[in-house]
């Protein structure tokens, strides 16, 4: 393997938590290599919210943008690349990561920031709308809507949950249970705070100019709404969390320790598949932690070998000035 494969950090995706921490690490002075596969959450929206600075950037531009950051740090390289494989090394060294062409590399620590993905609802038509009129998260999207007609899609305790939740943008509610029903406590409570409940099943979504006009029943009902916040369940991005081996919390999400370390030495994880707050101001701030907690790792390692080999150390300070400070 070449020397110039050997990183300190291998970060696997480049959402806000992987572009954040990359910068974080790049400002270290760490060797830092960030691959991804061009699979972002928000593939679908053209606008993002609630990133201060940045409230409504187009999600292409805050990467254009962040692309541009890291760019001034030479130490960072960025690939457009799928990790397939981790194998760690003997001696706690650090891992092997494999791409998808073949190709490895060597990492002495690796940061997770894959991501997940929203599992849209069966719904005919849903999938064009997404982004511009159907949502997942009333954090990103309710402001646009508020005071509006917006219908609310999911099951059980999850629809409750979000019509609950959209209580604090609008009034005019309608949740769609799509052929199931509710328990009489649940229907009680939502009535007493002017929350409608359609349980027909739906046939389609009909749009005007792209965006949602009307939810069709199979009953041949249609209700006219300006949008829909659905909650259904999302898929993790990558299995390679799962392959290492790192625990998992009841919520679902990597488990991380201090710092964003997971239960595997050398392995951090940061972004949604923590199962956090699911906004990109969140993950780009687990991203920022999970960096210090990589750099600080490395900073001590180095530090305790230099101590065990003093003579080595002065020698390698001697003939180059920062040498040793990084392996
Ligand atoms: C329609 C929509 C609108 C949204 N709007 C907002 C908003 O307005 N405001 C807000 O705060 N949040 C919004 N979000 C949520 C936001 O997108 C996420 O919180 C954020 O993207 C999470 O960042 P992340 O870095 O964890 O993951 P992601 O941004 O999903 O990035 C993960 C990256 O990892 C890559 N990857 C995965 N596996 C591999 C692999 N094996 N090898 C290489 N690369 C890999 C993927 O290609 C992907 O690019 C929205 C989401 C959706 C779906």
């Given at each position: 393997m070449r020397r110039s494969e050997d990183w300190d950090v291998v970060i696997v995706g480049a959402g806000p938590a992987g572009l954040s921490a990359a910068l974080v690490l790049g400002r270290a002075r760490r060797r830092v290599l960030i691959c991804d596969?061009?699979?972002?959450?928000?593939?679908?929206?053209r606008q993002m919210h609630?990133?201060?600075?940045?409230?409504?950037?187009?999600p292409r531009e805050f990467r254009a943008l962040a692309h541009e950051e890291l760019?001034?740090?030479?130490?960072v390289e960025r690939r457009s690349a799928t990790v397939v494989g981790v194998r760690p090394l003997a001696g706690g060294l650090g891992f092997k990561v494999k791409f998808a062409r073949g190709s490895e590399v060597r990492s002495r620590k690796l940061l997770l920031a894959t991501g997940v993905l929203d599992r849209l609802?069966?719904?005919?038509?849903i999938e064009k709308l997404f982004g511009t009129s159907v949502f997942q998260c009333p954090y990103c999207h309710g402001w646009e809507f508020r005071d509006r007609a917006v219908a609310v899609y999911g099951h059980g305790k999850r629809g409750f949950e979000m019509a609950r939740a959209m209580t604090a943008w609008t009034a005019d509610i309608v949740l769609c249970t799509d052929g199931e029903r509710l328990t009489a406590g649940a229907q009680r409570q939502l009535q007493r705070n002017g929350i409608q409940v359609r349980t027909a099943a739906i046939s389609k979504l009909e749009a005007r100019s792209g965006r949602l006009k009307r939810i069709v029943f199979h009953d041949g009902d249609a209700l006219a709404r300006e949008a829909l916040f659905f909650d259904t369940p999302s898929s993790e991005q990558s299995a390679l969390s799962r392959v290492i081996g790192c625990d998992y919390g009841d919520d679902g999400g990597v488990k991380c320790g201090?710092?964003?370390?997971?239960?595997?030495?050398g392995v951090y994880a940061a972004g949604n598949i923590t199962r956090d707050v699911q906004l990109a101001i969140v993950a780009a701030a687990e991203g920022t932690r999970a960096a210090f907690g990589i750099n600080r790792a490395l900073t001590r390692e180095d530090f305790a070998t230099r101590l065990r080999s003093p003579a080595a150390s002065t020698r390698e300070s001697a003939s180059r000035p920062g040498a040793g400070r990084k392996r």
């Open positions: 596969k061009g699979t972002p959450r928000n593939w679908a929206s609630g990133f201060i600075t940045r409230d409504g950037i187009d760019a001034r740090y030479d130490q609802p069966q719904v005919p038509g201090q710092y964003s370390s997971t239960s595997v030495p």
